[in-house]
């Protein structure tokens, strides 16, 4: 990693994943030439969906919006990924396209798979980080230092007593 590379979260959101967008969506990605430094399915919780979604607390259609990410329309789970390089935001977001999937350019990702639902939600596939520090906040929230391959963040060793930790029977 250089001074010069960034981080973006990208998830691919229930919608992407019921659709079976998964490999476009990765296909297009590749086009950035960025590294994926980080991959996971998750079962979004309500509390990991609160906080990713902690901006849009005032915004009439949040109980929709972590309903969505939670996967109560689709199927429960979403793929969160971090890539990493230079210009990473603006080239993942580049290919993206607009947030919104109608006025999204037709040959970005949501242009071309988004839709919005007659609740006002936008089903769009895929989530980016906007800025680096949102980037940061969204990385730390998703995923540990320890699932990320290289150390894009400052971390710590600390000492956990009461950890509870789910392990193979």
Excluded at 75 to 81: C, D, G, S, T
Excluded at 92 to 114: F, H, K, L, M
Excluded at 123 to 128: D, K, L, P, Q
């Amino acid at each position: 990693m250089t001074e010069k590379d960034e981080q973006s979260l990208v998830l691919i959101k229930p919608d992407g994943l019921k659709k079976s967008l998964t490999g476009n969506i990765l296909t297009r990605l590749s086009e950035t030439k960025l590294d994926i430094v980080a991959a996971k399915i998750v079962r979004v919780s309500r509390e990991l969906a609160e906080k990713h979604y902690c901006h849009m607390k005032e915004k009439p259609f949040y109980e929709e919006l972590i309903k969505y990410i939670m996967g109560e329309y689709h199927k429960r789970k979403v793929m969160a990924m971090v890539y990493c390089g230079p210009g990473a935001i603006a080239k993942v977001r580049g290919i993206c396209g607009a947030t919104n999937p109608e006025e999204a350019d037709p040959v970005s990702i949501r242009g071309a798979y988004g839709r919005i639902t007659t609740k006002g939600v936008y089903e769009n596939a895929i989530h980016t980080s906007v800025s680096a520090e949102e980037a940061e906040r969204e990385i730390k929230l998703w995923f540990e230092p320890e699932e990320i391959i290289l150390d894009i963040y400052p971390t710590k060793e600390a000492k956990l007593q009461s950890l509870k930790k789910r392990v193979w029977a």
